[in-house]
């Protein structure tokens, strides 16, 4: 059970470079989210989708689109790279609780991002 | 505001102390809460949910004060493997967003 996967794991940009990450989840979950976490910021939200065709602003969104065409990926999209984009991504996903009591985020393994 | 603020730590402790950590919550539509534990360049894993209750597994104890907005998490019998940061998390069901303390660092010494 694959869970949540993001690609790459690792990546070096230089400043005004593009790229997209890549996440993937195989739980059949309808939210799923971006996050990025920098030294003593901790998580912060940066687009998520509450289903497949919709995509939402959080926290941090400047700089980076997303697309959710399929239910199990969920893209973040990086137009023009900036210094100030290095950190690592986090990607998850999360069922709708419903009578399900608690739900959870479940997380990939992240990706490092160098952007120089 | 921050929507969730923890104490950063570090706390160093020795093997077999017993640990608290505190955080608080400032929206009071929150409705789901939890512990998170992530080890160094790791993605973060689901440690426990929290109760109004308050539940335990095993050594780790949760409790959740919706009053005083407050959730905290005990450690007993620290093992060198808890060593990790260890962070506080709340879910406002409105979009089913999740929000992250900043985390407390946790390093249990032999």
């Known amino acids: 059970n694959a869970g949540v996967t993001q690609t790459p794991k690792f990546r070096v940009l230089k400043t005004g470079q593009s790229m997209t990450l890549l996440c993937a989840q195989d739980m059949n979950h309808e939210y799923m989210y971006w996050y990025r976490q920098d030294p003593g910021m901790g998580l912060r939200l940066i687009h998520y989708s509450v289903g497949e065709g919709t995509t939402a602003k959080g926290e941090v969104p400047d700089g980076y689109n997303v697309s959710r065409l399929k239910k199990q990926n969920f893209l973040l999209g990086l137009e023009s790279a900036a210094p100030s984009q290095t950190s690592v991504y986090f990607c998850a996903s999360s069922y709708e609780a419903g009578g399900r009591g608690n739900t959870e985020a479940f997380f990939g393994q992240g990706t490092r991002l160098t952007v120089v | 505001r921050k929507e969730v603020e923890q104490d950063p730590g570090p706390f160093n402790v020795p093997e077999g102390a017993t640990v608290a950590f505190n955080c608080t919550y400032s929206n009071s539509a929150s409705q789901s809460f939890f512990w998170y534990r992530q080890d160094c360049r790791k993605e973060p894993k689901l440690l426990m949910s929290v109760y109004s209750s308050g539940n335990e597994d095993g050594r780790f104890t949760a409790q959740l004060n919706r009053a005083s907005q407050y959730i905290s998490l005990l450690i007993r019998d620290s093992k060198l493997s808890d060593s990790a940061t260890y962070l506080c998390?709340?879910?406002?069901?409105?979009?089913?967003?999740?929000?992250f303390g900043t985390g407390t660092s946790l390093t249990v010494i032999p």
């Open positions: 998390v709340v879910n406002t069901r409105v979009g089913n967003q999740f929000y």
